[in-house]
């Protein structure tokens, strides 16, 4: 099983982008679904989670700027980022708790990470 990222790229102050997350492999479900920052010279935080259930809890700095989602169909999860400021600008990583097909045990993967850059 892997989780990679894409959609990164450069933006400007108050523009959108969207990153989203595909996870490949033997995949039998995927319960909860994050989306992390890291920006430089600071620690990693985390962003967003939607949970198998449908639930979404989101970092204060965000909050009605961002949505998580995902796509059952694709094993794909989305971060739709809008009004995005300088201050977003970070490696993002996707992060999931998936159960492999024949496992009985969900494990924890890390996308690979995809820039950011809100700037003028």
């Known amino acids: 099983v892997q989780l990679q990222a894409f959609g990164g790229g450069l933006v400007q102050p108050g523009g959108s982008l969207r990153l989203s997350c595909a996870a490949s492999g033997s995949i039998f479900s995927i319960k909860t679904m994050s989306w992390y920052r890291q920006a430089p010279g600071k620690q990693r935080e985390l962003v967003a989670t939607?949970?198998?259930?449908?639930?979404?809890n989101y970092a204060d700095s965000v909050k009605d700027r961002f949505t998580i989602s995902r796509d059952n169909a694709k094993n794909t999860f989305n971060l739709q980022m809008n009004s995005l400021k300088p201050e977003d600008t970070a490696v993002y990583y996707c992060n999931a708790d998936i159960r492999g097909a024949g496992d009985i045990y969900l494990r924890n993967y890390w996308g690979q990470g995809t820039l950011v850059t809100v700037s003028s």
């Open positions: 939607l949970t198998i259930g449908g639930s979404t």
